[in-house]
Nanobody
Framework: QVQLVESGGGLVQPGGSLRLTCAAS????????MGWYRQAPGKQRELVAA???????NYADSVKGRFTISRDNAKNTVYLQMNSLKPEDTAVYYC??????????????WGQGTQVTVSS
């Protein structure tokens, strides 16, 4: 059994900051890429940022320069530091991991989601 548990969401004013954390637990042998996605009401889920096991990163154009993704491989944890938040960043944020429990096959795992609301 594998679980991805997110934390750190909440309500913040425009221009504020939040830090999201996602920890993988259970039967974790290895993790390739980890990432954060978001889904706003009435919209499709979209990639926000991703990071490989080697530390290479990829960002959506809408968050470049404001968000930073990082990970701690020893803790099977990925972070998303979100600065200069805008109302359009409001969404449910989901953690994703390409993870293997055995060292053979890798599968996609998702967290339960954490709400981020940017509003004055």
């Amino acid at each position: 059994q594998v679980q991805l548990v997110e934390s750190g969401g909440g309500l913040v004013q425009p221009g504020g900051s939040l830090r999201l954390t996602c920890a993988a637990s259970g039967s974790v042998f290895a993790i390739n890429a980890m990432g954060w996605y978001r889904q706003a009401p009435g919209k499709q889920r979209e990639l926000v940022a991703a990071i490989t096991s080697g530390g290479s990163t990829n960002y959506a154009d809408s968050v470049k320069g404001r968000f930073t993704i990082s990970r701690d491989n020893a803790k099977n944890t990925v972070y998303l530091q979100m600065n200069s938040l805008k109302p359009e960043d409001t969404a449910v944020y989901y953690c994703n991991a390409d993870l293997s429990s055995t060292g053979w096959a890798y599968y996609d795992y998702w967290g339960q989601g954490t709400q981020v609301t940017v509003s004055s």
